[in-house]
Structure formats: structure tokens, C-alpha cells
């Protein structure tokens, strides 16, 4: 089954309208022929928070585009899955960073006759972006 919605891209229209005395941005598609959704002001204590709210749809809405509602309902644990990969591939990065500075301290003091140390250096520099 298709999904039904209005095609992207959506944009938050450029002028906020007066509702009765509350002010309120309109988010456009279709070419601007389409008026999708309002968001409300919260008053004083809040003076961006109705502008911030439509941004975030819109954001939101167009980043999604092409993806079926049931990819969308779905991207919250993809997420969780791929930051927790980074965060795996940051802390593995670490430790081998670790080693190697360890390696090359430990090959300069017993004389490096190689001069595997400075490749190593090279090496943490690069992945540190020094180089």
C-alpha cells in the first residue's frame, strides 16, 4: 500500500497569520497550493517555540522523504543501532590509538632502528587529523 500523504518538499511559509489573536506559522507543500499543518503560538514564556515547532516538522518531513510510514515508525531503533556502532568503532579507535602510542614509545626507547616509530606516529596523527 502507498502511502498518503502530501509530496515534499514541505516549507514553513514566510509570514506567520493572526488566528483570533494567536499568532500561528503555516507549513506549505504542494507548491505552496497546500496548506499542511499550523503551529500554534505558547505565548510569552515561549516567544520561538511556535516558529522552532515548524522548522522541526518541516526538518523532519523532508529528511523522510521516499520512506514508507512503516520505515519512518522504524527509524528511531535504526538510530539507536547505528549510534551505538559508532559509539563501538569510537571506543575500539581509542584503544588502538592507545597501543600504538605505547608502541612507539616503547620502540624509541629500545633504540628503533626501523624507524617504525615515526610510521606509527605518521599513523595516530592521520587518524587524529594532525596530518
Not at 507548491?31 to 515561549?46: H, K, M, P, S, Y
Amino acid at each position: 500500500m502507498t502511502d498518503k500523504h502530501t509530496p515534499t518538499p514541505w516549507r514553513v511559509a514566510e509570514d506567520a497569520f493572526d488566528n483570533d489573536g494567536m499568532p500561528e506559522s503555516v507549513i506549505r507543500g504542494l507548491d505552496d497550493r497546500a496548506a499542511i499543518a499550523v503551529t500554534l503560538d505558547f505565548g510569552e514564556n515561549n516567544p520561538s517555540m511556535r516558529e522552532a515547532n515548524a522548522r522541526r516538522i518541516v526538518a523532519c518531513v523532508n529528511a523522510c522523504a521516499g520512506k514508507t510510514d512503516e520505515e519512518v515508525r522504524q527509524l528511531p531503533e535504526v538510530l539507536r543501532g547505528y549510534h551505538n556502532a559508532l559509539e563501538n568503532v569510537a571506543q575500539q579507535r581509542d584503544e588502538l590509538l592507545l597501543v600504538m602510542t605505547r608502541a612507539a614509545a616503547k620502540l624509541e626507547s629500545d633504540g628503533d632502528e626501523w624507524g617504525a616509530a615515526d610510521e606509527l606516529r605518521k599513523a595516530i596523527a592521520s587518524v587524529k587529523g594532525e596530518a
